[in-house]
């Protein structure tokens, strides 16, 4: 028997598992890990001025050794590094959705939104609501003689919207469980349109909380950067930016770049005088939008970054407001960055991998050389 | 010592029983909860029931005579010649691909009468799925952008919610690549459905009602103990939805095109109620039903309702279009079942109100 010989074949024989083992472990993990967060974080409910639930999940996803801090409104943040320069990055944890506010002496439950979206995409639909024990189902109702000849359909408002949760009256609903304050979403769920787009009620701004959470955990927080460096995931961007309010006066940034939703009008209903910037074909420097426009001269160096690191990247305006513009009063300049969505402030709100790849990319790119 | 032992087995005994009585109600309910959960997501649009038609008869034995219609509809004959013929309609509402744009959105067409004005409106911004002859393709109605809406596109709001501007967003970035994913003209579209079970008292969802009977059908076959004491034969019919043109009133296509497989009178419609605003003016206790022309069959309806328990009621005259299939050429009665927000995502029916009905077709139908 020749020894030698076998050893060679045994060791060609496990080639092929040696290599897999690498390819998973160094090459495969790191892309997968923001579209496996967004997928975990857009199934936890946290309508605005209720995310406790999301800042819960990311106190056990920053490590220890960050020191993560978590205030009484529920903003998450960790600050690490010193230098003459602070730069925070930004994500929204709440969305869209209605809080409890009355329940009738029939067991039906009236609610007001948090939000701005279209009330009429809730009418006859199943939700959840989220009591302090476990989700109870519900159904928008249908609004009275619905079934009549004479109905315009958008002509639907919050105060339309009735809730039934099976309950015969006011004290069965509160032995269900549902209590006034609960928060309701529609029934989540992830649509897959193919391996790389996604559509789902809270994309905005859940897919920035995964871009933060996997920069984070691909940065080398050991290193020195000579600069502050500043992961913040703050609450009630969509009421009115109260949890960035509140944050920009205590961490007192020079750079802040909010990771939010860039509304493309590249769907079939928008109108494509602006912000027309397809899905797929990078993330966005957000130059101008409703509440902010970044200077030239910043959104040059974002693209100087983003070229040295070939990472694909579109410019565009578009509206809506940013975390980051409440920063700009106390000194900041405001840098957004977003992936191009749809459907905006819908229950299908449209993203594609690749865009989110490439705003990690980015993320951990500026961090490192900005 | 003797004594007791025998009071100890006597007392024994009877907790043996009360568990089988138990377990035998348990089961009724356990089995039809797992039928709904297993049958409910099968699509079933009119024009593509197989689907459907195919899951229910995998359930059923073989050892019992199963027919099947040109249009698809299934039946099952009693083997002694039967006097009575349950039937129920299983398609449900959906669209069809109507056209491909060069931008790869898909537009809709319906293949049946919309039951009225407001029925399209609650399915943009939800989930839909194409079912292409290589396999299901997901795909979502599109909205406009809330945030770059312009104030014109806000007063004009309800036409996005008319099947005049459906456009169905699958992924696709041109008429290639969605005639690459299996997409072709006619293809039937079906809304997104989800099962709810509110308070563990209602089931809920959207055509849970036709499903609902479809499934009490079936569970009766399959609970008669042996088929030679069945009294009845089933039919579960396609194209219930689609009418015999021209036909005043309406008549449901495939049950007309279903007699030549009808071998047992009178005949016995089991659907959801058609007019579910009705039943805020009646009890919503119970079960409706219609006599129609089925004089004696009416009787033992009444009888069996009353030998349970049951809350029956007569239902005023209405137009069901499978009723009045039948009633013309056959003696024909219908049983109810009472349905909430009928043909909407939020459409609900009573657990009590189903086990009620399973109880007199039971009784109906079992020697």
């Known amino acids: 028997m020749n020894i030698r010989m076998d050893k060679k074949i045994i060791l060609a024989a496990m080639m092929p598992a040696v290599l897999f083992f690498i390819s998973i472990t160094c090459f495969g993990d790191d892309e997968e890990s ?100 476990d989700p109870v189902d519900g159904i928008v109702v249908p609004r009275p003689n619905y079934s009549g000849r004479e109905q315009e359909a958008a002509h639907y408002q919050t105060a339309d919207i009735v809730i039934d949760i099976g309950a015969v009256s006011d004290e069965d609903a509160r032995q269900i469980g549902v209590a006034v304050g609960d928060q309701i979403t529609i029934q989540k769920q992830i649509i897959e349109l193919s391996e790389d787009i996604i559509a789902a009620r809270a994309v905005d701004d859940r897919a920035g909380c995964a871009v933060l959470l996997s920069a984070m955990q ?44 860039f509304v493309s009008s590249a769907g079939p209903f928008d109108d494509r005088r602006f912000a027309y910037l397809p899905l797929g074909q990078g993330a966005v420097i957000r130059a101008v939008d409703s509440s902010s426009i970044t200077p030239v001269p910043y959104v040059q160096k974002v693209m100087d970054i983003a070229r040295e690191n070939r990472i694909a990247f579109q410019i565009g305006n578009t509206r809506g407001g940013n975390d980051g513009s409440v920063f700009v009063p106390y000194g900041a300049v405001d840098i957004p960055l977003a992936w191009p969505g749809l459907y905006s402030h819908s ?22 050389q900005w | 010592m003797i004594i007791r032992v025998k009071q100890i087995s006597f007392f024994l005994c009877l907790l043996i029983l009360a568990a089988v009585f138990a377990q035998g109600l348990i089961k009724d309910d356990n089995s039809l909860e797992i039928l709904i959960k297993e049958l409910y997501p099968v699509p079933s649009p009119t024009g593509y029931e197989y689907p459907l038609i195919d899951a229910i008869r995998k359930h059923l034995p073989s050892s019992i005579r199963i027919d099947k219609d040109y249009l698809g509809g299934l039946h099952v004959q009693n083997p002694n010649g039967s006097p009575l013929t349950l039937v129920t309609g299983v398609d449900e509402i959906g669209y069809i691909v ?123 076959v399959m609970n008669i103990p042996e088929y030679t004491s069945m009294n009845a034969s089933f039919s579960w019919l396609v194209q219930t939805k689609f009418y015999v043109r021209g036909s005043r009133p309406a008549k449901a296509l495939g049950a007309v095109h279903a007699h030549q ?107």
């Not at chain 1, 056990?60 to 993560?68: C, D, G, T, V």
């Not at chain 1, 709440?94 to 007001?112: N, R, W």
């Not at chain 2, 969605?178 to 997104?192: H, N, S």
């Open chain 1, 34 to 133: 923001v579209w496996t967060q967004l997928r975990t974080l857009l199934m936890i409910p946290g309508v605005s001025g209720m995310e406790h639930p999301v800042a819960d999940y990311l106190m056990e996803q920053i490590p220890s050794k960050l020191n993560p801090k978590r205030d009484d409104m529920h903003n998450v943040w960790f600050s690490t590094g010193a230098g003459a320069e602070h730069l925070v990055f930004v994500a929204h944890t709440d969305e869209l959705g209605l809080i409890v506010e009355e329940i009738t002496p029939e067991g039906k439950l009236k609610v007001s939104g948090r939000g701005g979206f279209i009330p009429k995409m809730y009418e006859g639909r199943p939700v959840t609501v989220y009591t302090a024990e």
């Open chain 1, 218 to 261: 691909r940065l080398d927080w050991g290193r020195e950067w000579n600069k502050k460096i500043t992961f913040l995931w703050d609450v009630q961007e969509e009421t009115g930016l109260y949890g960035a309010a509140k944050m920009a006066e205590q961490l007192q940034a020079d750079y802040v770049f909010p990771v939010d939703t």
């Open chain 1, 347 to 368: 229950f299908i709100e449209k993203i594609h991998r690749s865009d989110l790849n490439d705003l990690t990319d980015l993320v951990v790119a500026l961090v490192e």
């Open chain 2, 98 to 220: 109507g056209g491909i744009k060069e931008d790869g959105f898909l537009t809709l067409d319906r293949a049946v009468p919309s039951p009225f004005p407001l029925f399209d409106s609650f399915f943009p911004g939800h989930g839909v799925t194409i079912w292409t002859g290589t396999g299901p393709v997901r795909g979502i109605l599109a909205l406009p952008s809330t945030h770059i809406l312009s104030r014109e596109a806000r007063r004009q709001l309800s036409d996005y919610f008319s099947l005049n501007n459906f456009l169905v967003d699958t992924g696709a970035e041109s008429r290639e690549d969605a005639e690459a994913a299996g997409v072709k003209y006619c293809d039937p579209v079906t809304p997104d459905k989800h099962l709810q079970n509110l308070a563990g008292r209602i089931w809920n969802g959207y055509g849970i009602g036709s499903r609902s009977c479809a499934v009490l059908l079936l569970q009766a």
């Open chain 2, 261 to 367: 497989m009808t071998e047992g009178t009178p005949i016995l419609v089991i659907a959801p109620y058609p007019k579910p605003d009705d039943l805020d003016s009646m009890t919503r206790e119970g079960l409706l039903y219609t006599p129609g022309s089925a004089g004696r069959l009416s009787a033992r309806i009444s009888a069996a309702a009353e030998a349970h328990g049951i809350s029956l009621q007569k239902a005023p005259e209405i137009n069901s279009p499978v009723l009045n299939a039948y009633m013309q050429d056959y003696p024909s009665s219908a049983l109810w079942l009472p349905v909430k927000y009928l043909h909407t995502p939020s459409e609900s029916v009573f657990h009590s109100d189903l086990l009620a009905l399973m109880k007199m077709i039971e009784e109906l139908t079992v020697k």
